[in-house]
Nanobody, 115 residues
Framework: QVQPVESGGGLVQAGGSLRLSCAAS????????MGWFRQAPGKQRELVAS???????NYADSVKGRFTISRDNAKNTVYLQMSSLKPEDTAVYYC?????????WGQGTQVTVSS
C-alpha cells in the first residue's frame, strides 16, 4: 500500500506561515481524496482540511480563512498552506490518502508555533 510522505513542518512564530507538502507514489493519487489531520499532545487526531479528487475542499472551522489545501495531480502532491499561525496550531500534522484500497497515512510532520 502506498504511504504518503509529509514534509515542510518546523518552528514558526505566531502570525507566520508554513507550507506542508505530502507526496504519494503510484498511480492512484489522482483518484484519491486527500486530507490533512493533526494531533496535539493529549488530544485526539482531528481533520484540518480535505480535498476530493475533483477539487472540492473542506476545512475545520478553526482554520477557515487561514489554511488552504490544494493538490497537483501531475506531481502526486497535496499541499497545506498555513498562514496567520497560532500557538494552538501546534501539533503533528498527518497526511491521509483515501482510495478504493482504503486509508493510507503518512508518518507525520511536527509544526510548532511559538507565541
Amino acid at each position: 500500500q502506498v504511504q504518503p510522505v509529509e514534509s515542510g513542518g518546523g518552528l514558526v512564530q505566531a502570525g507566520g506561515s508554513l507550507r506542508l507538502s505530502c507526496a504519494a507514489s503510484g498511480n492512484i493519487f489522482s483518484s484519491s481524496a486527500m486530507g490533512w489531520f493533526r494531533q496535539a499532545p493529549g488530544k485526539q487526531r482531528e481533520l484540518v482540511a480535505s480535498i476530493t479528487r475533483g477539487g472540492t475542499t473542506n476545512y475545520a472551522d478553526s482554520v477557515k480563512g487561514r489554511f488552504t489545501i490544494s493538490r497537483d495531480n501531475a506531481k502526486n502532491t497535496v499541499y497545506l498552506q498555513m498562514s496567520s499561525l497560532k500557538p494552538e496550531d501546534t501539533a503533528v500534522y498527518y497526511c491521509n490518502m483515501r482510495s478504493m484500497s482504503g486509508d493510507s497515512w503518512g508518518q507525520g510532520t511536527q509544526v510548532t508555533v511559538s507565541s
